[in-house]
């Protein structure tokens, strides 16, 4: 098949994320370059992405590393957009956050840097994250972008996944200055709670997370109320806002604002086989209340949503049935 509409580079492809913006991207008619790292002791398979319709022929997989960001360079050679969704990810805080912060930020500087020299890319789109935007202002108060996360706050408090909160905060940032500051056209998506089905062999922490009561296990991210938006809404933004005549910054992307008791009562409907924590379980649950994130900047640009909670949870279980966790 011919090439419609140009090669993109994806960073970051084994992923949650990463893997639905390639299936989406093939679908649309782009070629994709896409980055894995190597790993000396295992090759990794990667079939899930070569086997999408469209990869036998506009799929290329190169091996990149953050840790090395002159490994990107290939990748982004000859493409018209970039993706970088690539990002370190360390819950368990095996390393220190300054480490994870600084690995994050220097691969994702070497990769603007690279798009900047490589004359052909139009537009980066930054994958960001809801924890760049969730810890400011007041607690219940619905975040727009103008908001950003106080990294100090962050470095003080150390609530769960507060390292990774401080590393999408400053990366984010530090990509967007180096836009206005190199005339680099860079917006970047900021989602929330992603749900939905997963073609990555692994179960997307996010979904084990949402669906936490499913597993049989007390999950460390486990929410009273969160915002959430499914992948293919995700998949669709960053395209939209690569595709779109004159997008500007920061866009949050959110489809609702789900609560653990709406979650359960949907799930409980839909699948009675499943054995529910009961309504007082759920009220007496120690867990995080997460604020909602304003998509209207998104919205207004044009976007519209395809999914709501109900067809979130719906296409996550029905993938996890599939795949075997559940």
């Known amino acids: 098949m011919e090439e419609t509409k140009g090669r993109v580079c994806v960073t970051g492809g084994t992923g949650f994320i990463g893997s639905w913006i390639i299936k989406r991207l093939l679908e649309d008619g782009y070629s994709v370059n896409t980055t894995i790292r190597s790993h000396p002791e295992h090759k990794k398979d990667v079939s899930f992405l070569t086997n999408l319709p469209g990869a036998s022929q506009r799929l290329q997989i190169l091996k990149a590393d953050l840790s090395d960001p002159e490994s990107f360079k290939e990748a982004i050679e000859g493409c018209v957009g970039v993706f970088h969704v690539a990002t370190p990810v360390d819950f368990e805080e095996k390393e220190p956050e300054e480490i994870v912060t600084k690995r994050s930020i220097d691969g994702a500087l070497g990769i603007v840097q690279a798009c900047l020299s490589i ?12 924890s760049a935007v969730s810890y400011a202002g007041k607690e219940d108060e619905v975040k727009d972008e103008s908001l950003w996360s106080d990294v100090d706050l962050l470095r003080t408090s150390k609530t769960f996944g507060w390292s990774y909160a401080v590393s999408k905060t400053l990366t984010e940032k530090a990509v967007l200055e180096f836009g206005e500051q190199n005339g680099l056209d860079v917006v970047t998506v900021i989602p929330t709670f992603v749900v939905g089905p997963f073609i990555c062999p692994k179960l997307p922490g996010s979904v084990g997370s949402t669906l936490y009561f499913l597993f049989g296990k007390k999950d460390p991210f486990c929410y009273l109320q969160t915002p959430m938006v499914h992948v293919d809404d995700v998949a669709r933004a960053h395209i939209f806002l690569l595709e779109h005549p004159n997008p500007k910054g920061r866009y949050n992307c959110s489809a609702c604002l789900a609560t653990i008791e709406k979650v359960s009562e949907i799930v409980s409907a839909k699948y009675p086989e499943f054995q529910m924590p009961t309504k007082d379980s759920i009220k ?19 976007f519209e949503y395809k999914y709501g909670l109900e067809q979130m949870l719906v296409d996550a279980i029905e993938c996890c049935k599939e795949k075997g966790y559940l």
């Open 119 to 130: 004359k052909t890319v139009k537009r980066v789109v930054y994958t960001s994250s809801a």
């Open 284 to 302: 007496v649950g120690t867990g995080s209340k997460f604020p909602d994130l304003s998509s209207k900047k998104l919205i207004d640009a044009g």
